[in-house]
């Protein structure tokens, strides 16, 4: 046998592994691979950060390393950590935890303190190269504990392993006060955490979040067991230590520490259970999400987490395009199930808003986190789409909130009632999941949503505040009056008018179907008809006096211009008041004015003294359709530059550009993702039969697995033919083998399978579906 190859034969053998082989190689990475959780974390809110979690996970357990501000949480930027906390939910947190070896600290007064002396804190520098993230996982090294972190999460658990060096008094710190507020602050109540025995330790915490938002309090539950017996249990409690303890409590700045001696390398194991129910709960959880399956494996329960990472992701499989777009699409992807939370036990048992232990049916869980606002464009569709499962379970949350304590809710954070944004767009999607067979209880859901738009919001008696505020106004004068709230109101009303209506219609409610219809029509009622922008006006019908497209006076984080621009219902009413030409001219305009600034309108300069104009502000969910209008304008090549445009240009890979501000809890990213896919739900699939906008998909190819259970369970594929960075105008579109005469195809064509092929081109061509 000859020891070395010939070279051609040896080349012409790797030309041959590499022709045969290589094409299917290329599309055996992970959808994980390209997740880069990094992304977008400088200058990130505190719901998004590089923490290890499930899906959905009510665990997002990582590094904070910000003090008490607004956006506090995880900062790419700095190159510290202040320890590891286990909630990162909007207005809420809870149980910081910290490994030390240096001298004793029990504050943790932020980044900007020093690392030794009197006046340290515990927090720690850390070494930027050895901070690493995946999804379900993250580790880094602790510079001045010498302490290696790592951790990885399951729905309601984390497991942690910190490595120390030769220590004679090693340490890990629960702190249940710790200082980063975020975004609202918070404060501690009442508090007890316990010394079990040398290896558990529980206890709970009852907190309520700051100024803004003192309707959400909660008390979180939790159980933790340790791998190595430790020496010695102390606690503190505002300026008071104490040693030696079985207990500590009270309100305020309250935490514990263990102490242990650990040899050069020794790993030390945490598992921790939450529960927002009980301390069963969360023994429970413990017991059945890891201590069953894993026992003390680590690195068993990392690869599980990353494995139900990858079947999510994988639901959609995209060929062609950069590096770069695929680490967007996954990345993005990926941020679309990290922005909420599960708050029921794995037994189904939830406390509801007046804290009342309740049973979910079997099955199912229930999901919190910020406003639906708008989502009916973005998450909504997404997820109807790959994970019908995930719309279910929105709408039994919604429909217990409902039975067990009178409403639903806009932004059930803890299942409670925040009153956050406008209108009641739970009620979208609650209409969506009927309208696409996801639900099958239609009479049910319109009771509740019925009863959103009939009858006035107010404060609630357990906490917060439900349903349409001043909604007797808006009925009774056919748009929200200035005096009684911002015009844009009127808007949100509006659509959630249509959208009971088309529940109604749906039905054979005839008669609500017409009432519900009619009043969607409002907006019509506050287009001024002389400059033809949404204005505000008074009760007796004066028109805004200083009206100015671009103040945002009368709306929420938005102005005239953008606002006027929101009628998802009803576009072609709304251009019927614009005219096509006029519409056209102004949109144009608007984009064109808008590039330069990456279509992120709040990223214009403002210089004291003159007039900003803000136009496209795709950073916030009130102009997110605006560049799928042109479908309607009969300019579609339009709608396929700009939302192209969008997404090279507003859409990053670094940790200082993954969006152009606020990720918000996964609705830019599932914006990408949709339009990746050259999708768009206008109305949020609340007609009775649904339909998806078509612009340019970003890939080549795309496979779309369909759900099995709510649909066929075959695929549906996504062919562009010819795309590039230069071929982005569809020429000619087929579904199935049929000629497209429209931009657009139902979501029940997309569900049943099938292909939709598009040739792409490098010029625009508006007659391609003619």
Not at 166 to 184: G, Q, V
Request: net charge negative; aromatic share 14%; proline share 4%.
């Amino acid at each position: 046998m000859h020891r070395y190859l010939n070279v051609p034969v040896l080349f012409f053998m790797l030309l041959h592994l590499v022709y045969f082989v290589g094409p299917s190689l290329a599309q055996t990475k992970p959808p994980t691979a390209y997740v880069d959780c990094f992304i977008g974390t400088s200058n990130s809110r505190w719901m998004l950060g590089p923490y290890a979690q499930a899906p959905f996970g009510m665990v997002q357990i990582g590094p904070d390393n910000q003090g008490n501000h607004w956006m506090g949480g995880y900062e790419y930027a700095i190159n510290s950590v202040s320890g590891f906390s286990h909630i990162h939910a909007w207005t809420m947190g809870g149980l910081m935890m910290m490994p030390t070896t240096a001298d004793l600290a029990l504050s943790n007064p932020g980044p900007d303190a020093p690392y030794k002396g009197a006046n340290a804190g515990y927090h720690s520098r850390i070494l930027k190269e050895t901070e690493k993230a995946f999804p379900g996982y993250y580790e880094v090294e602790l510079f001045d504990h010498k302490v290696k972190a790592a951790m990885t999460a399951t729905t309601r658990c984390s497991f942690q392993k910190y490595t120390y060096p030769k220590s004679t008094e090693a340490r890990i710190l629960f702190d249940l006060h710790f200082p980063t507020e975020w975004d609202y602050g918070f404060s501690v109540e009442d508090a007890t955490i316990t010394n079990v025995n040398t290896r558990n330790i529980e206890g709970y915490v009852k907190s309520k979040s700051g100024p803004w938002s003192q309707w959400n309090d909660w008390t979180l539950y939790f159980v933790i067991k340790l791998s190595k017996d430790f020496e010695h249990f102390n606690g503190w409690q505002n300026e008071n230590t104490y040693s030696n303890i079985d207990t500590i409590k009270g309100k305020g700045d309250i935490g514990a520490y263990i102490t242990f001696s650990t040899t050069a390398g020794e790993s030390v194991y945490i598992q921790t259970g939450l529960s927002l129910v009980s301390i069963e709960g969360a023994r429970k959880n413990l017991n059945e999400e890891i201590e069953k399956p894993f026992g003390w494996d680590f690195d068993k329960t990392v690869a599980h987490n990353k494995k139900q990472w990858n079947d999510l992701l994988e639901k959609i499989q995209v060929e062609g395009g950069t590096e770069d777009d695929k680490t967007k699409f996954y990345t993005n992807l990926y941020r679309s199930f990290t922005g909420k939370q599960t708050w029921n036990d794995i037994d189904g048992k939830y406390r509801d808003a007046c804290e009342n232990i309740q049973q979910l049916p079997p099955e199912s869980d229930i999901y919190g986190g910020d406003a639906l606002w708008n989502t009916y464009w973005n998450l909504n569709g997404l997820w109807s789409l790959i994970s019908p499962k995930t719309v279910d379970n929105w709408v039994t949350t919604q429909l217990e909130m409902f039975h067990h304590t009178g409403w639903t809710s806009k932004g059930p954070a803890g299942i409670e009632y925040s009153g956050i944004m406008e209108g009641s767009h739970e009620i979208a999607l609650m209409v969506a999941a009927f309208q696409k067979g996801i639900r099958k209880d239609g009479e049910e859901i319109y009771r509740a949503i019925r009863k959103m738009v009939t009858e006035p919001g107010g404060n609630h008696p357990c906490g917060g505040s439900y349903g349409q505020t001043n909604l007797q106004q808006y009925i009774k004068f056919g748009y929200m009056p200035s005096e009684y709230g911002v015009v844009s109101k009127t808007l949100d009303y509006a659509y959630d008018d249509y959208c009971v209506g088309q529940m109604a219609k749906a039905l054979n409610k005839k008669s609500d179907a017409k009432l519900f219809e009619d009043r969607s029509k409002n907006y019509k009622n506050v287009f001024n008809p002389v400059h033809k922008f949404v204005s505000s006006r008074d009760s007796s019908g004066n028109w805004d006096p200083n009206f100015d497209e671009f103040s945002n006076r009368g709306f929420i984080e938005g102005n005239s211009w953008q606002y006027s621009w929101y009628v998802p219902h009803d576009i072609n009413g709304m251009l019927g008041i614009l005219g096509k030409e006029l519409a056209t001219e102004r949109l144009t305009q608007g984009f064109e004015r808008s590039r330069q600034h990456n279509f992120a309108a709040h990223a214009f300069d403002r210089t004291m003294g003159q007039r900003a104009e803000f136009y496209i502000n795709q950073g916030n969910e009130v102009n997110m359709s605006a560049a799928f209008l042109f479908n309607y304008l009969e300019k579609p090549s339009l709608t396929q530059k700009y939302s192209r445009e969008i997404m090279d240009y507003y859409y990053g890979t670094s940790p200082y550009h993954g969006w152009e501000g606020d990720e918000d809890e996964g609705q830019m990213g599932a914006w990408l993702v949709m339009s990746a896919l050259g999708l768009f739900e206008m109305n949020g699939g609340t007609s009775q039969n649904p339909e998806l906008e078509l612009s340019s998909p970003l890939f080549n190819r795309i496979t779309i697995h369909l759900d099995n259970r709510y649909y066929c369970g075959k695929s549906f594929t996504i062919e562009a033919k010819g795309n590039s960075k230069e071929n982005i105008y569809i020429q000619s579109a087929e579904l199935n083998g049929k000629k497209l005469k429209k931009p657009r195809i139902s979501f029940s064509e997309v569900v049943n399978g099938g292909t939709l092929v598009l040739k792409m081109g490098s010029t625009p061509n508006d007659r391609a579906f003619n």
